[in-house]
């Protein structure tokens, strides 16, 4: 083994009543180290000192046994080189059997003695190993509820209640080990100075150094809530908002004050460890009672960036559990539980209270109208990030009831990076994560919601309602962590100088919302980039996509294998996880879940997805459609055409891309897109589920009564749905004409068209008439310059629109396309002529 060891020291043993304590302690304390070899970190024949935060019996005793059992040099021994009698320091001290007192006695005489003995001799040197320890970090089934109350915090308790955190926590006991400084190379760096003052800065180095470990572990030292409620009322954008009011409203300055006040109230978390780890506690018994297990996937990239960063996590939202899932895995993960900004609607009796002591934070879904609120809100936000407290947000504004990411709401975004303008003293970096279940509390009403019923308002009696979810499995859930977006290169970007508008609260650059979209639209396209693929969301793919949610076991497990396969050999990104699961075992969970049924037939037994379930079902074929996105738009190519020309696919994929990658946030531009598509092609030529002919130039299908024909099928349903979207938009602005309707009665009237096609088809895809899908394709068509508004706010639209409607014969059969015309014109209409020699029709 290298020496690490303080070798040249003159050996000195512990006093034996240290030895004892030892011993005694050995039994009950158990230690995890991070890392885990910590020797690696140290350079050899280097003598070793330890620093540590807190001085204290119990500390130098859990020292000494983790360097013990990780092979370093012992913190009792005597330092090399120099007149210290140990290897370790604290920085600070506390007296005290109960109540003690900090001391006034510093860590710069230590460090004063180690510079001094490197003094005349420059071949010496020292290197000093930060230590943080931990009693009481990491909660398990097995802890008492009393123990959370003597978890580790910011205060510096006295000896017997550290003696009570031993005996509660001692077996939670973390000890890390942080790269060693190497005092002769930090001496070089600072030239000519003091001994006394450059302790003093090797000192604050330190302090620095454990501030950050303890609250990437603890959490921020947000002291009470009244601190932060004072800070927020005294902050001048506030006190002027506040007698704005006063002024507006004609009541007296106290009153004004007393409504910011309370409105702050309404708004500010109340932080409680005590209570993080209470709930902690209740939680693991409750997820397993609900999951059968919680995976998360690319954390330890998602913690090694997050050091020195403001960390605004930015989930998909899915179900009401997303809050917690979260919270509760970065707290068991050894990572501060962030702040999160929650609904005003879910601030209920009881249930208000604890979220608001695990770090809820509650807003008003609307601001217009109440300027007060939203400074007060505002410079709330703005105090939070100035303090370096971690949050989490959802940028859909809401649940997503169809299980596709929702079209971004900028407004927290915005006042993020408004706050960080003012005051831009740590970086900002906004961590996507993507959340995937494998079945969800809140199905049935999603489904009710989507057909037409009003959503339920949240209610304490609601919530006891709920409480029988219990009764049910909801199988695995996956927390993916997406590639973080830095907001500072961004903001560099810009061509601005943007740093020298810091400090005004109310600058609003011109260029803060292009910032903004880019933000909102990379941490999606980022979320969806780290999808996880389970069981549950592969049969959803398959088994939907055919007439009747059924399929035959043989074919099942062809097209399980095929889409496997595609996801392995053109991966979406390096952070999309696929469940290890073979297509058997993949249907036999289905079955286990109850999400298909087996239809036992002496020909073959038949695996379907009834009604209702199929409507369910289609939520998580939703999650991941966009992995399949690019396979899906080559295979409708082949629906209704035997014969393609090869650049003719990628052609009009081109062409359509801009509004298929809108809806799905995909994450490539245009020749990325086309590059994706000559892959794909290239595959299914591999798999035989095309042929290449004329020198590649030309692609071809089989016969449709072959089994590749239907496999083609199969894959192209999952973008087929929004193709015929697409389709009733353009046939209802072309009914009307243009100059005759405004978006938002374009919305309506593609609704309802929506609507009556999917009663008359039986369609089990509750999002085919999402007012929201149609509203994101028309402003995309705005985008794009083929629609705009007219003076009296009609619409109007280009001749590239009828350019649309032809293409559109290539993919829909006439079947569909008639179907959609009489719905929208009252009749079959003739559409415009397609343009000839783009494609050989089917046999």
Not at 325 to 333: C, E, F, G, T, W
Not at 376 to 404: C, H, K, W
Not at 828 to 843: L, N, Q, R
Request: net charge positive; charged share 25%; aromatic share 8%.
């Amino acid at each position: 083994m290298p020496n690490h060891s303080n070798a040249d020291a003159p050996r000195s043993r512990a006093p034996w009543w240290f030895t004892l304590a030892g011993q005694l302690l050995q039994s009950w304390v158990r230690i995890r180290r991070d890392p885990a070899e910590p020797a690696t970190l140290l350079q050899a024949g280097v003598p070793v000192c330890y620093a540590i935060e807190r001085d204290g019996f119990s500390d130098a005793l859990i020292l000494q046994r983790a360097c013990r059992e990780a092979g370093l040099p012992s913190p009792m021994q005597p330092l090399a080189g120099t007149r210290r009698r140990r290897s370790v320091f604290a920085l600070a001290r506390r007296d005290g059997w109960i109540f003690g007192r900090i001391r006034s006695r510093t860590p710069n005489e230590p460090l004063g003695q180690l510079v001094h003995s490197l003094e005349g001799f420059p071949e010496r040197d020292i290197q000093i190993v930060p230590v943080s320890i931990y009693v009481g970090r990491a909660p398990n089934r097995d802890s008492g509820w009393f123990r959370v109350l003597f978890s580790e915090n910011w205060v510096m308790v006295g000896s017997f209640r550290r003696l009570l955190a031993l005996l509660l926590n001692g077996r939670d006991t973390v000890v890390q080990f942080s790269a060693p400084v190497s005092l002769r190379k930090v001496l070089a760096e600072s030239g000519d100075i003091a001994p006394e003052r450059f302790a003093r800065k090797i000192a604050r180095v330190l302090r620095t150094h454990f501030r950050r470990i303890r609250t990437a572990v603890v959490g921020p030292d947000l002291s009470h809530r009244r601190t932060v409620v004072d800070s927020v009322l005294n902050a001048e954008p506030v006190r002027a908002a506040i007698a704005a009011s006063a002024a507006k409203e004609k009541i007296s300055h106290a009153k004004a004050w007393r409504k910011a006040h309370k409105m702050l109230l309404e708004i500010a978390a109340d932080y409680s460890h005590p209570v993080v780890r209470s709930v902690s506690f209740l939680l693991s018994n409750f997820w397993n009672k609900l999951y059968d297990g919680i995976a998360m996937h690319h954390f330890d990239k998602a913690r090694a960036v997050a050091p020195g960063h403001e960390v605004i996590y930015v989930p998909c939202h899915r179900s009401h559990a997303d809050y917690l899932l979260l919270s509760y895995q970065l707290h068991v993960s050894g990572v501060v539980v962030p702040h999160i900004a929650a609904g005003v609607n879910l601030n209920l009796p009881v249930i208000g209270p604890i979220l608001r002591r695990g770090g809820a934070f509650f807003m008003r879904r609307s601001f217009k109208g109440n300027a007060l609120y939203s400074v007060v809100f505002n410079e709330y936000l703005a105090q939070l990030i100035d303090r370096g407290v971690p949050m989490e947000y959802f940028i859909e504004g809401g649940r997503s009831r169809t299980g596709r990411l929702l079209a971004p709401r900028a407004g927290m975004l915005v006042m993020t990076v408004r706050a960080f303008l003012r005051a831009p003293r740590r970086p900002v970096l906004f961590q996507p994560v993507y959340i995937g279940y494998e079945k969800l509390m809140e199905g049935n009403a999603y489904a009710g919601e989507l057909s037409g019923k009003p959503k339920e308002k949240e209610s304490l009696l609601g919530f006891l309602r709920g409480l029988k979810v219990l009764r049910q499995r909801y199988g695995h859930v996956a927390l993916n962590f997406g590639e973080p977006i830095e907001l500072n290169p961004l903001l560099d970007a810009t061509g601005t100088d943007w740093r020298a508008g810091s400090g005004d609260p109310d600058a609003r650059p011109e260029w803060l919302n292009d910032v903004v979209d880019q933000v909102a639209e990379r941490i999606q396209i980022n979320i969806n980039r780290a999808a996880d693929v389970n069981p549950i969301n592969l049969l959803a793919l398959v088994l939907l996509a055919t007439p009747k949610h059924a399929m035959a076991e043989s074919d099942l497990l062809t097209q399980l294998e095929l889409s496997k396969a595609l996801l392995e050999e053109l991966p979406y990104s390096d952070r999309v996880t696929l469940t290890p699961m073979n297509p058997a075992g993949i249907i036999a969970y289905g079955e286990q879940m109850a999400w298909i049924q087996r239809v036992k037939h002496p020909l073959g037994d038949v695996l379907t997805v009834s009604g209702e379930q199929a409507v369910l079902l289609s939520y998580f074929r939703n999650n991941v459609l966009h992995l399949t996105a690019t396979a899906a738009w080559v295979a409708c190519c082949f629906l209704n055409n035997r014969r393609m020309a090869r650049a003719t696919v990628v052609r009009l994929g081109t062409l359509i891309y801009p509004f298929i990658q809108s809806e799905l946030f995909l994450p490539w531009d245009s020749d990325g897109f086309a590059a994706q598509l000559e892959a794909t092609l290239d595959f299914f030529i591999r798999r035989g589920l095309l042929e290449s002919r004329s020198d590649g130039r030309t692609v071809e299908r089989g016969p449709g009564q072959e089994d590749s024909a239907f496999q083609l099928k199969v894959i192209a349903r999952g973008l087929l749905q929004a193709f015929e979207r697409y389709y009733i938009t353009l046939a209802a602005l072309a009914k009307h004409g243009p100059h005759t309707i405004t978006g938002s009665e374009l919305e309506t009237a593609c609704t309802l068209t929506a609507q009556r096609l999917g009663l008359l088809n039986e369609l089990s895809a509750p999002e085919f008439f999402d007012k929201a899908l149609f509203r994101g394709f028309i402003q995309k068509l705005r985008e794009q310059k083929i629609v705009w508004t007219d003076e009296a706010g009609k619409l109007d639209y280009d001749s590239a629109l009828e350019g649309m409607v032809r293409d559109a014969r290539v993919i829909l059969s006439r079947d569909v396309r008639h179907s959609i015309l009489k719905i929208t014109q009252g009749g079959g209409e003739k559409e415009p002529p397609a343009e000839t020699g783009e494609a050989d029709t089917a046999a």
